[in-house]
């Protein structure tokens, strides 16, 4: 039985993960900062252990991994925190505010991450979702956007470190979760997919072989289908 741990996994894309996985026979630790969602997410699960706490905790990663066991075949760094809503502006950016989303954001996965790399097998996986904004410059956007490419530069960095791993980013393209509502308050985002339709470009990452770097849902999509 495969073993995947996951962050941000109480709703939006990590919980539609999540329950793929599941149908495929899957043990999963799951990870996310509220836990009565995520209770209530893993009840439905068939083989599912919630840790309810903050990626950022040291204590919390350690028991991530501990409960993964001795062998770990993927890890999702899904979890992040847009920081303020609406988006400010760089010069009006509370530089405390934008500390603690690169400590969610870059460090606390990179720190997962290794923690959990001895216990990851060769043709193993790292998954670490990302967007957009971590390369395209949008007004308003520079600090969500920036955590997210220093996050994508060290997953480059680490996919070339360890060339044995399957080490990708993956921005699944707008969705319409909880995090791209905050991202746009008042508006509507009934137009955007649900997170469940970027679960079948993940699939293809996670069962195929492709060389390490960063990918796109969408152009992943012909593979899935």
Same mark, same amino acid.
């Given at each position: 039985m495969?073993?995947a741990?996951?962050?941000? @996994?109480? #709703?939006? $894309?990590g919980? *539609?993960? /999540?329950?793929?996985? &599941? ?6 630790v ?8 995520l209770?209530? @997410?893993? #009840?439905? $699960?068939?083989? *599912?252990? /919630?840790?309810?706490? &903050? ?40 530089l ?16 997962l ?5 001895t ?30 490419a ?76």
């Amino acid at each position: 039985m495969p073993t995947a741990i996951i962050t941000g @996994a109480s #709703r939006g $894309l990590g919980l *539609a993960l /999540a329950r793929a996985l &599941d149908e495929r026979g899957w043990r999963l630790v799951l990870d996310a900062r509220g836990a009565e969602a995520l209770e209530e @997410a893993t #009840r439905e $699960l068939n083989d *599912a252990v /919630a840790v309810p706490g &903050d990626v950022s905790d040291p204590a919390h990663r350690a028991a991530l991994v501990a409960l993964a066991g001795p062998q770990l075949d993927l890890l999702v760094n899904n979890a992040s925190i847009l920081g303020p809503s609406p988006q400010p502006e760089l010069a009006d950016y509370p530089l405390d505010v934008l500390t603690r989303v690169y400590e969610v954001n870059v460090l606390a996965p990179l720190a997962l991450t290794q923690a959990a790399l001895t216990h990851i097998p060769d043709g193993g996986v790292v998954l670490n979702v990302t967007s957009d904004a971590g390369i395209e410059a949008y007004d308003g956007w520079g600090g969500y956007g920036s955590s997210k490419a220093a996050f994508e530069q060290w997953t480059a960095v680490l996919g070339v470190e360890r060339p044995k791993l399957r080490v990708y980013a993956v921005d699944p393209g707008d969705m319409r979760t909880q995090m791209h509502q905050e991202a746009f308050p008042g508006e509507d985002i009934s137009d955007r997919p649900l997170p469940e339709e970027s679960v079948p470009a993940l699939l293809a990452l996670i069962d195929g072989d492709l060389p390490n770097g960063r990918y796109r849902a969408h152009d992943l999509a012909p593979a899935a289908a």
